[in-house]
């Protein structure tokens, strides 16, 4: 099960971003959990500059902008 | 990951980037041919309507017609431009240029970033914290967030369109000046305990991404993209706009104009100042509008002061940034940018005369 964090205060990118990782993931058939992280100060934490953000078991993968899905796919099987 | 998986190819220029690159060319000279045609087109709508040219009526429909093809052309190639610039920049990458530059040459280089970095609002609060938190100083962040939505490609390229390059260039000259002086001033206070308490306590470690790798085709559609977000979401605006515009072109008699916003009012630079705070609107909307004014003998430091304060002073931005800034330090920076504003207005009406 892979850990993902989609970061970002709520906007309508970081909604899309989340939907098109679970979209992927389920493409892949590999087993996820996604969590969106609203909050501004555990969004800095991760040291990120714009959102939505990726974080994949713990590892910043993506930051500013909807991730290409090619992008996903290839972190997701990583 | 294994060896030769997809993403350790380099980027190459395949035959699918050729097509790209191919149809990007005859896009181009499309664009060419329609907007060379603008003119007789605005004609033909005139003369279809019936209506007297000369005319009140005729005025703003001759307006309208001709400004709105041509202001959405336009707009939609400096966004498409943009769009493929902006490629090239991300907010990380501009934090990483601007993490333990001194002040001064950090405000300089954090306000001319501010105009290529890819920046949405709904973005303002994670990248304050992620700047300050990485170690870009106050004052250079403050530069940076500016300029981000003051100097934007949508008011350069309507200015541009509407009412001609050198006040499209004064526009981006001044603006920038307003951004890097603000922020300097604001860094020369020394105010990062006006900061709210959490932002102060993160201490978080600035992230190195991946690095991402774009091919021309890649940049292409953010081109693309950028011409779908924006043009998508400005062009209401622009019609209200063209259509105010329009308005004022046919309607509202130029001694008035002259009166109350000429250069002889001291007096309406602040004036404009002030109820540009308030009033919210993107560049989009409040350009045509401009445009207008100077036709009927506004005076350009006054309009562009006007303009400057409604983009760059907003309500909903000072609430979003409110999150991460105590009021003190909200009313310090309106108070910076807007004297700055105020000094950009001033000194034009005594040059321009």
Request: no cysteine; net charge positive; hydrophobic share 35%.
């Given at each position: 099960m892979k850990d993902v964090k989609v970061l970002g205060p709520g906007c309508k990118r970081c909604i899309t971003a989340a939907e098109m990782v679970q979209a992927e993931a389920d493409k892949l058939g590999v087993p996820v959990k996604v969590e969106k992280i609203t909050d501004y100060a555990a969004i800095a934490s991760y040291g990120i500059a714009s959102t939505p953000g990726i974080v994949i078991d713990g590892k910043v993968v993506h930051a500013g902008g909807l991730p290409k899905s090619e992008d996903l796919a290839r972190w997701l099987a990583a | 990951m294994s060896i030769g998986s997809i993403g350790e190819c380099p980027p190459s220029a395949g035959p699918s980037a050729v097509k790209w690159m191919g149809w990007t060319a005859v896009a181009l000279v499309a664009w060419t041919i329609v907007y060379s045609q603008l003119v007789p087109f605005a004609d033909w709508v005139v003369a279809a309507t019936h209506?007297?040219?000369?005319?009140h009526l005729g005025e703003a429909l001759a307006f309208f017609a001709y400004d709105t093809p041509k202001v959405l052309m336009l707009l939609t190639l400096v966004v498409f431009g943009m769009g493929v610039v902006r490629s090239f920049f991300s907010p990380e990458k501009t934090r990483a240029l601007l993490a333990g530059k001194r002040e001064g040459i950090g405000n300089v280089l954090a306000a001319s970033l501010g105009i290529v970095t890819p920046f949405c609002s709904c973005s303002a609060v994670p990248l304050f914290i992620g700047f300050v938190s990485a170690g870009v100083p106050l004052g250079v962040t403050f530069s940076f967030l500016i300029s981000a939505p003051m100097v934007n490609e949508v008011a350069l390229g309507l200015l541009f369109a509407l009412v001609g390059w050198k006040v499209a260039v004064t526009y981006l000259v001044f603006g920038l000046a307003v951004a890097i002086v603000s922020g300097w001033v604001i860094g020369r206070f020394h105010l990062e305990h006006w900061l709210e308490d959490w932002v102060r306590n993160i201490r978080a470690n600035a992230t190195e991404l991946p690095p991402e790798r774009l091919t021309v085709v890649d940049r292409i559609k953010a081109g693309l993209e950028a011409v779908k977000d924006i043009v998508g979401k400005v062009w209401p605006w622009i019609i209200a706009g063209i259509a105010a515009g329009a308005f004022i072109h046919g309607y509202v008699p130029a001694d008035l104009l002259a009166t109350i916003m000429?250069?002889?009012?001291?007096?309406s630079v602040p004036a404009a100042v002030v109820i540009g705070i308030p009033i919210y609107s993107n560049a989009a909307g409040i350009i045509p509008v401009v445009e207008a004014l100077l036709a009927k003998g506004a005076a350009l430091g006054t309009v562009l002061a006007f303009m400057m304060s409604v983009i760059a002073l907003s309500l909903p931005e000072m609430i979003i940034l409110r999150k991460v800034l105590t009021i003190r330090l909200i009313v310090v920076f309106v108070g910076v940018v807007g004297a700055g504003i105020l000094a950009v207005g001033f000194l034009f009406n005594a040059l321009f005369q």
């Open positions: - | 209506v007297d040219p000369k005319s000429g250069r002889g009012a001291w007096w």
